[in-house]
C-alpha cells in the first residue's frame, strides 16, 4: 500500500492564526450563522479608479507577458520615487526588487540570510509569519518581551541585551501588526546606536502600514545614514492603497541583498503579476488623495473602537497610533466560567467563545507573542465594528 510521507519541513512552523481564524468565520457562515468579523487585517475599502483605470491600460497594452524577475524598471524607478518624496531616502533601481506581497518580500530576505542556528531577534508582539518563515530557514528565533507600559515598543538598552556574537537578523515593523505601536525619530535613533556598535546584525524593517499612521509623520529606520546599508526595508500596497489582492510588496535594500532575493524568486514565482506592476505605478506616483481619505475614516474608527473598550470592564489597551488594531489585554477574563460551564483558561478559549457564542471572530494574542491579549480589527465598516464590539461585551458581560 502506498504511503505518502510528507516532508519535515512543515513540521517547523505553524498555519498562520489570523488565516486560521478567517476561515473558520467563513465555515460558520456558510452554515448560516451570522459572524461579525474583527480578525483579518484587510481594509474594507476598494482600490481607487485611478489605480483599477491603469490596470486596465496595461491590459489593453498587452503587458501579459513575463517580467524581469526583479520586476519591470519603471516600476522600480516609481518605488524609488516613492521613497524619495515620502521618506527622503535615496535608492536605485538595482536596490529593489518587487514580489508577490510584502510577504513574499520578507521571505526572501530572510531565506537570504538567514542559515541553520542563526539567531534572530523579534520583539513580541509581532506578526505572525516573522518566526515561522525564520524557523522555515532553520533559524533560531531570539523574543524579546515588550510592555503595555512602554506601548510594546522595544528599547536601546533591551536591544542592547540580547544581541549576542550569533545575531545575525533584527526583525520589526513600525507601524506595528498588531498592536498599532509606532516609533518616533529618537526611539529609532537609539536602536541605531546600538546596531552601529553590533556591525554583524542586519536589520528588517517592515513598514507595510506607513500610510495609517495617525499621530505624526512616519519615521524609518534606514534614515541613519550610518546604517541604511544594513537596513532591509519591506513595504507593499495592500494596505495603504486597499490592495490586498493585487499582491504587490517591495523590498529596498543593497544590490547584494537584491541580487541574493532575485535568485530566490526566481525559483519561486519569478516576477509579480504584470498588470499588478503597470497599477503600482500609478498608485505609487500618481495622486495619494484616495490614501489620505483612507486613513481619515479608519482614524474615525479607531476613535470610535476607543470608545467601546472603555465601556467593556478589566481590560487594559493602548491606544494604536498606527495600523487598524487594537490590542486589548483580556486576562481578567481568564478562569471565567461561560453560561455553560466551561472555564476559559486563555485567550485561545476566549477566542474560541467570542466566535461560537457570541458570532464574533477575533484573533488570539499568543499567535502574536502576547498571550494575554486579543487582537481586534477596526478594518471594517462602522457598522461591523458596532455590531462586533456588542458582541464582544454582552458576551464578556456572561462570563462568570
Not at 503579476?273 to 475614516?297: H, N, P, W
Request: glycine share 6%.
Amino acid at each position: 500500500m502506498y504511503f505518502m510521507q510528507l516532508s519535515l519541513l512543515l513540521e517547523k512552523f505553524n498555519e498562520p492564526e489570523t488565516l486560521k481564524m478567517a476561515k473558520l468565520g467563513r465555515e460558520l457562515k456558510a452554515q448560516g450563522i451570522d459572524i461579525t468579523d474583527l480578525s483579518l487585517g484587510e481594509p474594507d475599502f476598494d482600490t481607487p479608479i485611478h489605480i483599477k483605470d491603469a490596470a486596465k491600460k496595461a491590459i489593453d497594452e498587452n503587458y501579459s507577458h513575463y517580467t524581469p524577475v526583479v520586476g519591470y524598471a519603471d516600476v522600480r524607478e516609481a518605488v524609488c520615487t516613492k521613497l524619495k518624496r515620502d521618506n527622503n531616502l535615496d535608492y536605485t533601481i538595482d536596490q529593489i526588487i518587487v514580489s508577490t506581497g510584502a510577504k513574499q518580500s520578507i521571505a526572501n530576505a530572510v531565506l537570504a540570510l538567514v542559515d541553520a542556528g542563526d539567531e534572530v531577534i523579534i520583539p513580541t508582539p509581532y506578526w505572525v509569519t516573522y518566526s515561522e518563515i525564520v524557523r522555515l530557514a532553520g533559524g533560531v528565533v531570539k523574543f524579546v518581551h515588550t510592555t503595555i507600559q512602554n506601548g510594546y515598543k522595544i528599547t536601546a538598552d533591551e536591544l542592547e541585551k540580547a544581541i549576542t556574537p550569533a545575531t545575525k537578523l533584527f526583525m520589526f515593523s513600525s507601524p506595528c501588526n498588531p498592536t498599532g505601536a509606532v516609533y518616533t525619530k529618537a526611539e529609532l535613533q537609539a536602536l541605531a546606536n546600538v546596531f552601529a556598535k553590533n556591525e554583524h546584525v542586519t536589520i528588517m524593517s517592515d513598514e507595510i502600514y506607513e500610510t495609517i499612521n495617525y499621530d505624526a509623520p512616519h519615521e524609518s529606520i534606514a534614515q541613519f545614514d550610518f546604517l541604511k546599508e544594513r537596513v532591509i526595508l519591506i513595504n507593499g500596497l495592500s494596505k495603504g492603497y486597499a490592495m490586498t489582492g493585487w499582491r504587490f510588496g517591495y523590498l529596498a535594500a543593497s544590490a547584494t541583498i537584491v541580487k541574493a532575493c532575485e535568485k530566490l524568486q526566481g525559483q519561486f514565482t519569478s516576477a509579480t503579476c504584470s498588470i499588478t506592476q503597470r497599477a503600482a505605478i500609478v498608485a505609487l506616483t500618481g495622486s495619494q488623495q484616495s490614501t489620505v481619505d483612507m486613513v481619515a475614516k479608519f482614524k474615525e474608527r479607531r476613535e470610535k473602537v476607543i470608545g467601546f473598550l472603555k465601556e467593556i470592564p478589566a481590560i487594559e489597551y493602548t491606544i494604536p497610533p498606527g495600523a487598524f488594531y487594537v490590542f486589548p489585554d483580556v486576562s481578567a477574563y481568564f478562569n471565567k466560567k461561560t453560561a455553560a460551564g466551561v472555564i476559559l483558561k486563555d485567550a485561545d478559549e476566549l477566542c474560541m467563545y467570542l466566535l461560537h457564542t457570541a458570532h464574533v471572530s477575533v484573533v488570539t494574542g499568543r499567535a502574536f507573542g502576547q498571550p494575554n491579549c486579543i487582537r481586534i480589527s477596526f478594518a471594517t465598516n462602522t457598522a461591523n465594528i458596532e455590531k462586533g464590539f456588542a458582541k464582544i461585551k454582552n458576551a464578556l458581560a456572561n462570563l462568570v
